[in-house]
Nanobody, 127 residues
Framework: QVQLVESGGGSVQAGGSLRLSCAAS????????MGWFRQAPGREREGVAS????????TYAESVKGRFTISQDIAKNRVYLQMNSLKPEDTAMYYC????????????????????WGQGTQVTVSS
Protein backbone atom coordinates (compact mmCIF):
# COMPACT_ATOMS: atom_id res chain seq x y z
CA GLN A 1 0.00 0.00 0.00
CA VAL A 2 1.37 3.36 -1.03
CA GLN A 3 1.78 5.87 1.76
CA LEU A 4 3.05 9.43 1.57
CA VAL A 5 3.98 11.33 4.71
CA GLU A 6 4.74 15.04 4.68
CA SER A 7 6.78 16.89 7.25
CA GLY A 8 8.51 20.22 7.68
CA GLY A 9 5.60 22.60 7.90
CA GLY A 10 5.39 25.28 10.53
CA SER A 11 4.96 28.97 11.23
CA VAL A 12 7.37 31.54 9.84
CA GLN A 13 7.46 35.25 9.23
CA ALA A 14 7.22 36.70 5.76
CA GLY A 15 10.53 36.39 3.96
CA GLY A 16 11.43 33.22 5.79
CA SER A 17 12.05 29.73 4.47
CA LEU A 18 10.78 26.22 5.07
CA ARG A 19 11.66 22.87 3.56
CA LEU A 20 8.91 20.34 3.20
CA SER A 21 9.70 16.65 2.91
CA CYS A 22 7.57 13.84 1.50
CA ALA A 23 8.54 10.30 2.43
CA ALA A 24 7.08 7.46 0.39
CA SER A 25 6.58 3.86 1.37
CA UNK A 26 4.99 0.92 -0.40
CA UNK A 27 6.33 2.05 -3.74
CA UNK A 28 9.44 3.40 -5.37
CA UNK A 29 9.39 6.99 -6.52
CA UNK A 30 11.38 6.26 -9.65
CA UNK A 31 9.66 7.16 -12.92
CA UNK A 32 6.69 8.81 -11.28
CA UNK A 33 5.13 12.23 -11.30
CA MET A 34 5.27 13.75 -7.85
CA GLY A 35 3.45 16.92 -6.98
CA TRP A 36 3.13 19.40 -4.17
CA PHE A 37 -0.29 20.94 -3.77
CA ARG A 38 -1.73 23.42 -1.33
CA GLN A 39 -5.16 24.36 -0.13
CA ALA A 40 -6.14 27.37 1.91
CA PRO A 41 -9.52 27.61 3.67
CA GLY A 42 -12.27 28.44 1.21
CA ARG A 43 -10.02 28.01 -1.80
CA GLU A 44 -9.51 25.26 -4.34
CA ARG A 45 -6.52 22.96 -4.16
CA GLU A 46 -3.66 24.44 -6.17
CA GLY A 47 -0.82 22.63 -7.85
CA VAL A 48 2.35 24.31 -6.62
CA ALA A 49 5.11 22.22 -8.18
CA SER A 50 5.68 18.89 -9.85
CA UNK A 51 8.61 16.71 -10.76
CA UNK A 52 8.91 13.70 -13.02
CA UNK A 53 11.38 11.56 -11.16
CA UNK A 54 12.45 9.72 -14.29
CA UNK A 55 14.05 12.81 -15.78
CA UNK A 56 13.95 15.41 -13.05
CA UNK A 57 11.75 17.68 -15.15
CA UNK A 58 9.88 20.20 -13.04
CA THR A 59 6.95 22.57 -13.36
CA TYR A 60 5.88 25.42 -11.08
CA ALA A 61 2.86 27.57 -10.55
CA GLU A 62 3.51 31.17 -11.58
CA SER A 63 2.86 32.30 -8.03
CA VAL A 64 5.88 30.39 -6.69
CA LYS A 65 8.36 30.50 -9.57
CA GLY A 66 11.75 31.70 -8.43
CA ARG A 67 10.87 31.12 -4.76
CA PHE A 68 10.07 27.40 -4.49
CA THR A 69 12.16 24.46 -5.64
CA ILE A 70 11.02 20.86 -5.89
CA SER A 71 13.67 18.16 -5.74
CA GLN A 72 14.02 14.44 -5.30
CA ASP A 73 16.20 11.89 -3.56
CA ILE A 74 15.30 8.58 -5.10
CA ALA A 75 17.72 6.66 -2.89
CA LYS A 76 15.81 7.94 0.14
CA ASN A 77 12.45 7.68 -1.63
CA ARG A 78 11.76 11.32 -0.81
CA VAL A 79 10.66 14.46 -2.55
CA TYR A 80 11.25 17.93 -1.14
CA LEU A 81 9.85 21.41 -1.54
CA GLN A 82 12.22 24.21 -0.61
CA MET A 83 10.22 27.36 -0.02
CA ASN A 84 12.05 30.69 0.18
CA SER A 85 10.86 34.28 0.43
CA LEU A 86 7.60 33.09 1.88
CA LYS A 87 4.59 35.39 1.75
CA PRO A 88 1.40 35.44 3.83
CA GLU A 89 -0.50 34.25 0.77
CA ASP A 90 1.53 31.03 0.86
CA THR A 91 -0.32 30.07 4.03
CA ALA A 92 -2.10 26.76 3.39
CA MET A 93 -2.11 23.05 4.03
CA TYR A 94 0.50 21.51 1.76
CA TYR A 95 0.06 18.03 0.33
CA CYS A 96 2.39 15.65 -1.42
CA UNK A 97 0.92 13.45 -4.14
CA UNK A 98 2.03 10.75 -6.55
CA UNK A 99 0.73 9.49 -9.85
CA UNK A 100 1.94 6.93 -12.37
CA UNK A 101 0.67 5.59 -15.63
CA UNK A 102 -0.61 9.05 -16.54
CA UNK A 103 0.65 10.72 -19.68
CA UNK A 104 2.51 14.02 -19.85
CA UNK A 105 -0.53 15.14 -21.88
CA UNK A 106 -2.32 15.50 -18.56
CA UNK A 107 -0.72 18.59 -17.02
CA UNK A 108 1.48 17.51 -14.10
CA UNK A 109 -0.11 19.89 -11.60
CA UNK A 110 -3.65 18.62 -12.18
CA UNK A 111 -4.81 17.44 -8.78
CA UNK A 112 -7.44 15.05 -10.16
CA UNK A 113 -4.76 13.08 -11.98
CA UNK A 114 -3.02 12.08 -8.75
CA UNK A 115 -3.98 8.84 -7.05
CA UNK A 116 -1.92 8.86 -3.88
CA TRP A 117 -1.97 11.66 -1.31
CA GLY A 118 -0.37 12.42 2.00
CA GLN A 119 -2.17 13.81 5.02
CA GLY A 120 -0.76 17.30 4.60
CA THR A 121 1.43 19.64 6.59
CA GLN A 122 0.40 23.15 7.62
CA VAL A 123 2.40 26.18 6.54
CA THR A 124 1.56 29.52 8.13
CA VAL A 125 3.30 32.72 7.10
CA SER A 126 2.75 35.83 9.16
CA SER A 127 3.31 39.38 7.99
Amino acid sequence: QVQLVESGGGSVQAGGSLRLSCAASGTTLSSKFMGWFRQAPGREREGVASIYTGSGSTTYAESVKGRFTISQDIAKNRVYLQMNSLKPEDTAMYYCAARDGVSWLVPPRTAQSYKYWGQGTQVTVSS
